[in-house]
């Protein structure tokens, strides 16, 4: 239904529904456009949203080709030539494929772009229903879109709209355009119907259709920014507008791009990749041409063949003569070539190119002006051939090129020598990097033949010393150590190779950490550690060679059984670390030493540091993503390690499991990971922390971080530890009677009582990687209360009181009795309250015995046995039922044991018939065991001595207590 929201069509529209709802009849109803929301209502009251019916899906045409009767594999080459799955092409391809019986021909016709006939007609049939059903200017700013490649925004097609001869009100005709005609394409972008695409070509002039590219080139280049998805139809317009300016300013906005936008940009210009460099691209204008053959080059490096790029290359320098300046046009071209990664592989004389910009720099007064001024990203002031070369660096992939080189720079002035060697100064960008890149790289292949590549640095080392460059030669000789150590397994031949070193060119603190590296490999830190020493008070190195060398003293020391001299070296080797946190892998690195310095000072008897250290670690972790680079994935695996066995050693716990937690010194640092390590699962950051905070409460002088430690979670409380956490304090506050905060933490525990009888803090198999998020709610437990709040609030009431009384710790009793009849929130448990303060009512519960008890208690009952045996009582069954016995059960069974001794020992005259009732007394005192059943057992052998009878209940509730079966 085409204007299905004018009220006319609507209404017409809704009278057919009505009939055919009548008569039980289902209406699928089609629209170029979504219905408004109340012509959806009134046609359909009870259906769901409008459906957006989209292009077909590459697995839908899959199936259409195989219903008739194509092979699947070719679906790929249809939905691209449908328009990426255009309903009406899709079938008219389809049709004309299936009419052609599947024939080479008709495939062949389809995979090379050409369309068949069939889509021929549907266009026209689609450009005759435009002209019937357009006005002029509908017509006219249509066929103007048409040409747009890649899909415009609203602001374009109003530009075109301005070109002659002018659209009066263009906004209101291409409303009427969007739907019939003219599709939504991505956010806020329009594009005509594939149907129609290019129908302008067709119908306009060629002087009309350049006016359109022109004007739609122009808006495109004007604009500020250019998004890569528009890169594309940017050139295409500049191309067909035939606008030298347009398209030297495309070629310009390319060639400028940095080497990683360059990267981003190339699979966006296809079509500028693939033009061929026997002719020029842009024969209108040679000098825009030659640009853009600069750019075609440029977008050929990330992905392009060797091939290909020589080719681009080589066009390029016929082309060159066509512009101003070909001087620092040239200069400028093998700058942005040199300074790409991937030139070397795609131009193996890569050092020709250098050399040659490197002499041009030399003739060419204007180049060598304008990069007199140019800086390294690294600091410094290195020659540009320099940087250029440094770029270059990744291309030196075996001992074997790296020799090459040398030898063709040994053919150049010392002066080009130095220019090229300017990127590789020691404390920057130390020259180690440059000679160690090639064994770096071919020292990973099984073939990797070592003794040739140490006889290859051999000779460069020799080089080297003939141009004066002792530097240089050092570093040669300590790669030769190197091939001869680590994978020849020679180190007297390795050591003696550094000897032979310093003897013909000198000492050199370099040779000093290649004889410490060699010792260290090989676990021999009492050699080592002295060399690692002199290095890293010598200076002179790079960051992060100041960082491992530090790290390696940190791991020697700490084998060695020196941890405080350790601790010292992991902190200097995690500051100098930090100094490159943006690079991951330093990042990693610099968390890790921060967990290896926890461990040096637990080891150093410094567990305050060790704590505030993993504080650290764990606070940085949530930086580091766990599936990113290797070192990363390490990291975020293996310092959670360190703190669990950290969190082991002081408080003894084996959280985790039974097995023991091994952490080497510098396990957290370590820079040579496997990537086995990615197949451990990661856990939950935040559980780190409250292990932690655990650990720091065990401390004998805890640094305060359990106290907020909650203020370092990432992503808030997790419900499992937060249950943990409560208990555990709860605990403690029993052990240590303290009744600060008495209402909250009885409220707490009264909602961590439901809670857990609940199970509604039981975690999923997933609860180590995503733990269920919460808090704990604080209970109101008023009158009349919930049984199960009412019983969890007497519990804690009654288990804190008892061991506060039997601890003679009455103040803290008064203090709970005076906050907790004060707050309403806990109205139920002012009963108990009161009898704890004096008010002993008659006796109803176990509970209201044991509340009672707890006042006697402040009086010694030795001289009153009957009620020392009952208050006995009551709080022995208040004990054997509570879930808060730790920290009461003990000092209750001691403190029965101890009346009971002094009452047949030194008050035996109180006693009812001590002749016959203290030997049973005495009988169970003399036996060792000491726990609430022998507790029990005791109260009822003493009872009769006591000159009292419990009741039945009371005594049966005894005997199950102490395991004896009723007589």
Not at 677 to 690: C, K, M, N, W
Not at 711 to 718: M, R, S
Not at 786 to 805: G, I
């Amino acid at each position: 239904m085409n204007e299905i929201d004018d009220p006319a069509v609507r209404d017409a529209l809704l009278r057919v529904v009505a009939s055919l709802r009548r008569r039980d009849c289902t209406a699928i109803v089609t629209s170029y456009r979504t219905p408004t929301r109340a012509t959806h209502h009134q046609l359909a009251p009870e259906a769901p949203a409008a459906i957006e019916v989209e292009y077909l899906s590459e697995e839908e045409v899959v199936e259409l080709v195989e219903l008739a009767g194509g092979d699947a594999k070719y679906a790929g080459a249809v939905f691209r030539a449908a328009a990426r799955g255009h309903p009406q092409l899709t079938m008219a391809t389809l049709l004309h494929l299936k009419a052609a019986n599947w024939s080479r021909a008709s495939l062949a016709g389809v995979l090379g772009g050409q369309l068949p006939g069939e889509l021929g007609a549907e266009r026209r049939a689609a450009r005759q229903r435009l002209i019937t059903a357009l006005s002029t200017d509908a017509q006219t700013l249509l066929l103007r879109a048409s040409l747009i490649r890649g899909g415009f925004d609203r602001a374009l097609a109003l530009e075109i709209a301005g070109l002659d001869p002018t659209i009066a009100l263009p906004g209101l005709l291409l409303d009427q355009l969007v739907g019939p005609w003219i599709e939504t394409y991505r956010k806020r972008r329009l594009r005509v119907s594939p149907l129609l695409e290019d129908a302008a070509e067709e119908v306009l002039t060629a002087a009309e259709c350049r006016a359109i590219h022109l004007r739609v080139a122009d808006t495109m280049m004007r604009n500020r920014d250019v998004s890569v998805l528009d890169a594309s139809a940017a050139l295409h317009h500049a191309l067909k507008s035939e606008e030298g300016s347009l398209v030297f300013a495309f070629a310009h906005s390319v060639i400028t791009c940095p080497v990683g936008v360059l990267d981003l940009l190339a699979p966006f210009v296809g079509e500028l990749m693939i033009f061929g460099t026997d002719a020029p691209i842009f024969p209108q204008d040679l000098a825009a041409s030659a640009m853009l053959r600069l750019a075609q080059l440029l977008v050929l490096l990330p992905h392009g063949t060797s091939e290909n790029a020589r080719a681009a290359w080589n066009a390029f320098e016929h082309e060159l003569v066509h512009l101003k300046g070909p001087e620092l046009i040239e200069g400028f071209a093998l700058s942005k070539l040199l300074l790409h990664p991937r030139t070397g592989e795609l131009f193996p004389d890569w050092l020709e190119i250098l050399l040659r910009f490197d002499r041009l720099l030399r003739s060419a007064p204007k180049l060598a002006e304008a990069n007199r001024n140019f800086n390294s990203p690294a600091g410094g002031d290195p020659h540009v051939s320099g940087v250029l070369f440094a770029a270059q660096l990744g291309n030196i992939r075996s001992v074997a090129r790296f020799k090459e080189i040398l030898e063709r720079l040994d053919g150049e002035e010392p002066a080009t020598r130095d220019q090229i060697f300017s990127s590789f100064q020691p404390g920057r960008g130390d020259i180690s990097n440059l000679v160690n890149h090639a064994w770096l790289k071919e020292s990973r292949a099984e073939t990797f033949d070592w003794a040739a590549a140490a006889r290859e640095y051999a000779a460069c080392a020799d080089l080297a010393m003939r141009w004066g460059n002792a530097m240089l030669a050092t570093r040669c000789a300590i790669a030769q150590a190197i091939c001869l150590d680590e994978n020849g397994d020679d180190v007297e031949q390795a050591l003696a190779c550094l000897m032979q070193a310093e003897v013909k060119f000198g000492f050199d603190i370099a040779l000093s950490r290649a004889r410490a590296k060699i010792h260290w490999r090989r676990r021999d830190h009492a050699a080592a550690l002295p060399l690692l020493i002199a290095a890293a008070e010598a200076g002179g190195q790079d960051t992060i060679e100041k960082a491992h060398i530090a790290r390696e003293a940190g791991i020697s020391a700490a084998t060695l059984g020196d941890w405080a001299a350790a601790q010292r070296w992991f902190e200097r080797a995690q500051v100098e670390a930090s100094k490159l946190d943006k690079i991951p892998s330093v990042r990693a690195m610099a968390i890790g030493l921060l967990a290896d310095t926890a461990q040096a000072a637990y080891r150093a008897s410094r567990p305050d540091i060790s704590i505030i250290k993993m504080r650290d670690a764990l606070s940085a972790l949530s930086g580091v993503d766990a599936e990113g680079t290797l070192a990363e994935a390490y990291c975020r695996r293996v310092v959670p390690n360190g703190l669990l066995w950290l969190y082991r050693e002081i408080t003894g716990t084996k959280a985790g499991g039974e097995e023991e937690v091994f952490y080497p010194p510098g396990c957290g640092s370590n820079t040579e990971p496997i990537e086995a390590i990615r197949e451990h699962s990661v856990i939950a950051l935040d559980l780190g922390f409250y292990l932690l905070a655990d650990a720091d409460q065990a401390l004998t002088e805890p640094t305060g971080f359990y106290r907020n430690f909650r203020d370092y979670l990432v992503e808030g409380p997790i419900v499992s530890s937060e249950l943990s956490a409560a208990i555990a304090e709860d605990r403690r506050t029993i052990a240590t009677h303290d009744p600060a905060h008495f209402v909250e933490r009885v409220r707490r525990h009264a909602s961590v009582a439901r809670m857990v009888t609940s199970g509604e803090w039981l975690e999923s198999g997933d609860a180590l990687k995503n733990p269920r998020r919460g808090t704990i709610p604080l209970a109101t437990i008023g009158e009349p209360a919930e049984e199960d709040l009412h019983r969890a609030a007497e519990d804690y009431l009654l288990s804190f009181a008892a061991a506060a009384a039997l601890a003679r710790e009455f103040r803290a009793i008064d203090a709970i009795v005076e906050e907790g009849l004060a707050s309403p929130e806990i109205e139920s448990i002012h009963p108990l309250l009161r009898r704890m303060g004096g008010d002993l009512t008659a006796i109803a519960t176990d509970r209201d015995g044991a509340a009672n008890a707890i006042w006697l208690l402040r009086e010694d009952l030795t001289a009153r046995p009957a009620e020392f045996c009952w208050a006995a009582a009551w709080l022995l069954f208040h004990v054997n039922a509570s879930r808060l016995r730790s920290g009461v059960a003990e000092p209750l069974v001691a403190w029965i044991f101890a009346g009971c001794t002094h009452l047949v020992s030194n008050a035996r005259f109180r006693l009812s018939l001590p002749a016959t009732t203290v030997p049973p007394v005495e009988a169970v005192l003399a036996r060792s065991e000491r726990t609430i059943a022998s507790a029990a057992e005791l109260l009822l052998a003493f009872a009769p001595a006591a000159g009292t009878r419990f009741v039945p209940q009371a005594r049966s509730t005894l005997e199950e207590i102490a395991g004896i079966s009723p007589a």
